[in-house]
């Protein structure tokens, strides 16, 4: 495994050739600039950086690589997002281009689909470095959350940054706006409390609907509806709500299968962070197996229905409300 990119920029040992993909776009972006800002002062950028996207070829690829530096060590050539795995004729030949990048130039790919069975990938894995940057799991996140409080002065705990997560999601770039926001509202006081959270922070819908479904398996039924008044208030389509309502019983009834003990186990089936892992436990255990199951095989009927016109997803989710 080579070096992370924020070590190589430290030691000052800087390669030639890129591929940066993943499911986290904010890691990917935050690399590119990383290595861009390593090697360009931005009165530089102008005559020694090239921003290549969809739409270009081979030839103007290979153009941009093979021109000379100007009064800097190095060109930066960014390929992003131009579907360069994806074949055609514009890119014929561009594997040969990746086979001998000049010492004048760093190649930077940006790319959200990387097939790795195409020449062009194999040339780059053979002739560069790539790097594969998803999802953070519960451990980093927490520490880069608690971070970006240290950072501003604030002080908050691991229960309140769990809280926030569980509601943003963990998307990096969400998270970020979210905590921003937040930041700003307690900076003065330097102290985050959880309602101060539930005071700014904007739930994702995931979180909305889990909240829900949690009021239906305490018995809070009349709140329960009320938060479903909050979300077609909100904008979000019925239609939407009653989708996310069956993703959410599936969850839960594939969390049902664990024990609290086993919330990392639980968090790759489900494919959440461990903390969610250990929300979604929980709230099943709220409701029971049997009746998760009969309730999921409820959803999948009704749902049926709908698409055949024989039902209105108004009335599915009323009926689920009042628990018929």
């Known amino acids: 495994m080579p070096e992370s990119i924020k070590e190589q920029v ?4 800087i390669g030639n050739l890129y591929l940066l993909y993943g499911e986290e776009p ?4 935050m690399n590119v600039g990383r290595l861009k800002k390593a090697l360009l002062e931005p009165d530089d950028e102008l005559m020694n950086f090239d921003l290549i996207e969809e739409g270009s ?3 103007s690829i290979r153009a941009s690589i093979e021109t000379l530096p100007m009064m800097v060590e190095r060109r930066v050539v960014l390929i992003r997002n131009a579907h360069i795995f994806e074949g055609g004729a514009a890119y014929t030949g561009l594997e040969k281009v990746f086979e001998d990048i000049p010492d004048t130039v760093t ?5 959200e689909k990387v097939d790795k069975r195409s020449k062009v990938y194999k040339a780059i894995a053979k002739n560069g470095q790539v ?5 953070l799991e519960e451990g980093p996140l927490i520490s880069w959350v608690a971070y970006l409080f240290r950072k501003a002065g604030v002080t908050v705990g691991r229960n ?12 990096m770039s969400r998270i970020e706006s979210e905590t921003g926001k937040l930041l700003s509202y307690v900076k003065e006081k330097g102290v985050c409390r959880r309602e101060d959270i539930d005071a700014i922070v904007s739930p994702t819908i995931e979180a909305r609907i889990f909240k829900m479904t949690d009021q239906l398996g305490a018995g809070r039924r009349a709140d329960a ?3 479903y008044r909050d979300l077609l208030a909100a904008g979000e389509p019925v239609q939407r709500i009653f989708f996310m309502i069956i993703r959410q019983f599936r969850l839960l009834y594939k969390a049902s299968l664990f024990s609290s003990k086993d919330r990392y186990e639980a968090a790759k089936v489900l494919k959440v962070p461990a903390f969610a892992a250990a929300n979604y436990i929980s709230q099943a255990g709220r409701f029971g197996r049997q009746k998760l199951l009969a309730t999921l095989q409820q959803l999948l009927e009704m749902d049926t229905k709908i698409k055949s016109g024989a039902m209105q997803p108004e009335d599915a989710v009323l009926l689920i409300m009042l628990g018929r």
């Open 160 to 171: 309140e940054i769990a809280y926030l997560l569980s509601l943003t999601g963990n998307d």
């Open 107 to 111: 190649v930077i790919v940006q790319e």
């Open 57 to 59: 070829d081979t030839d």
């Open 10 to 13: 430290k030691n000052g040992a």
């Open 225 to 227: 509806y009320q938060s």
């Open 131 to 135: 790097f594969e940057l998803n999802r």
């Open 26 to 29: 904010y890691l990917v972006a």
